[in-house]
């Protein structure tokens, strides 16, 4: 299975955009549906938002809808988490999964990066 990166987390203000980038080691993006999670301290794993690498099909979280994107470069292998107009409830460590489909990454299964802090400040 693929082992993941991700990178990009820093600390923010609120209102403010980052991106975060998930890059494999160990094969390719190309047989793998791509997601991002979150998790806060003393909250559950949310689900962010899910592309399907090879298709472009792309589906989002609830409370990111229309803030958050996320995207490929095929040439970098990379995928990316464009984050605008942060908000604090959004601090948590975000974690690049991949797997066969997205409701077995929302079920935990799959390969996962080690995390990347993001902190918005009110």
């Known amino acids: 299975q693929v082992q993941l990166v991700e990178s990009g987390g820093g600390l923010v203000q609120a209102g403010d955009s980052l991106r975060l980038s998930c890059a494999p080691s160990g094969g390719t993006f190309s047989s793998y549906v791509m997601g991002w999670f979150r998790q806060a301290p003393g909250k559950e794993r949310e689900f962010v938002a899910a592309?399907?690498?090879?298709?472009?099909?792309?589906t989002y979280g609830d409370s990111v809808k229309g803030r958050f994107t996320i995207s490929r470069d095929n040439a970098k292998n990379t995928v990316y988490l464009q984050m605008n107009s942060l908000k604090p409830e959004d601090t948590a460590v975000y974690y690049c999964?991949?797997?066969?489909?997205?409701?077995?990454?929302?079920?935990?299964?799959?390969?996962w990066g080690q995390g990347t802090q993001v902190t918005v400040s009110s």
């Open positions: 592309s399907n690498w090879s298709g472009g099909v792309t």
């Open positions: 999964a991949a797997g066969p489909s997205v409701l077995q990454l929302r079920r935990g299964f799959g390969s």
